[in-house]
């Protein structure tokens, strides 16, 4: 009889882990789980007016601070919250005589609030955008560090960081492989769309860890 309730009561247990594994994975699947930024400030309350500033670049592509400003300022819209245009930011931002992100650090959070008039900034860093082909082997990887700052106390509001990457190994005939690749890799310039989906998952990764407005 002990053994029986032993069982029965291993059983139960089990059936209550396999429960709480499913409600978790359903969550996952079909309501998202948001990563946890690595800064959020607490009682934090979302910016009336956000512009998101020229990204400074450490990767070797000249077009990725470009490509990733442009989807997360897209993406940050989406989610509700009220940006202002990146042209309008760039002009404003030519008058005080600033004409590359590196630039940025010359003025105050404070002075491009006023000067844009937006009560929150959003500075950008792309670390990595690389697109590597070696015959039969391809990484594509994307990597960028995102913080925003109340312009009117210059607070850091929150802070993120994330890196997407995808590796394939291709086991065709080596020469065809690589001359797929180059091809991918071609096209995608083209397009002015290099590493979209790398680009997108790390946009995505970084607003899913802010709060909906």
Same mark, same amino acid.
């Given at each position: 009889?002990?053994?029986?309730?032993?069982?029965?009561?291993?059983?139960?247990?089990?059936?209550?882990?396999?429960?709480?594994?499913?409600?978790?994975?359903?969550?996952?699947?079909?309501?998202?789980?948001?990563?946890?930024?690595?800064?959020?400030?607490?009682?934090?309350?979302?910016?009336?007016?956000?512009?998101?500033?020229?990204?400074?670049?450490?990767?070797?592509?000249?077009?990725?601070?470009?490509?990733?400003?442009?989807?997360?300022?897209?993406?940050?819209? @989406?989610?509700?919250?009220?940006?202002?245009?990146?042209?309008?930011?760039?002009?404003?931002?030519?008058?005080?005589?600033?004409?590359? @992100?590196?630039?940025?650090?010359?003025?105050?959070?404070?002075?491009?609030?006023?000067?844009?008039?937006?009560?929150?900034?959003?500075?950008?860093?792309?670390?990595?955008?690389?697109?590597?082909?070696?015959?039969?082997?391809?990484?594509?990887?994307?990597?960028?560090?995102?913080?925003?700052?109340?312009?009117?106390?210059?607070?850091?509001?929150?802070?993120?960081?994330?890196?997407?990457?995808?590796?394939?190994?291709?086991?065709?005939?080596?020469?065809?492989?690589?001359?797929?690749?180059? @091809?991918?890799?071609?096209?995608?310039?083209?397009?002015?769309?290099?590493?979209?989906?790398?680009?997108?998952?790390?946009?995505?990764?970084?607003?899913?860890?802010?709060?909906?407005?």
């Amino acid at each position: 009889m002990k053994n029986v309730k032993l069982k029965v009561k291993n059983y139960g247990l089990i059936s209550f882990y396999i429960f709480n594994l499913s409600f978790l994975i359903f969550n996952c699947l079909f309501l998202g789980c948001a990563p946890k930024a690595k800064y959020l400030i607490e009682n934090y309350s979302p910016p009336e007016k956000i512009a998101v500033l020229p990204f400074t670049n450490q990767s070797v592509d000249l077009d990725a601070p470009v490509i990733m400003r442009y989807l997360f300022n897209k993406r940050l819209s @989406a989610v509700g919250y009220n940006t202002i245009p990146l042209s309008e930011i760039d002009e404003k931002l030519l008058e005080m005589g600033i004409t590359d @992100a590196g630039q940025l650090p010359t003025t105050t959070p404070k002075e491009l609030g006023e000067k844009l008039n937006v009560d929150g900034l959003i500075y950008g860093d792309v670390i990595e955008f690389k697109y590597t082909t070696l015959g039969f082997y391809y990484a594509r990887t994307v990597q960028a560090n995102f913080k925003l700052f109340d312009s009117k106390n210059e607070k850091l509001l929150w802070e993120d960081e994330r890196k997407v990457s995808k590796k394939e190994f291709e086991f065709r005939e080596i020469g065809k492989a690589f001359a797929s690749q180059l @091809a991918e890799k071609t096209l995608d310039k083209a397009l002015r769309s290099p590493l979209k989906e790398e680009s997108n998952g790390v946009v995505n990764l970084s607003i899913m860890t802010l709060p909906r407005r």
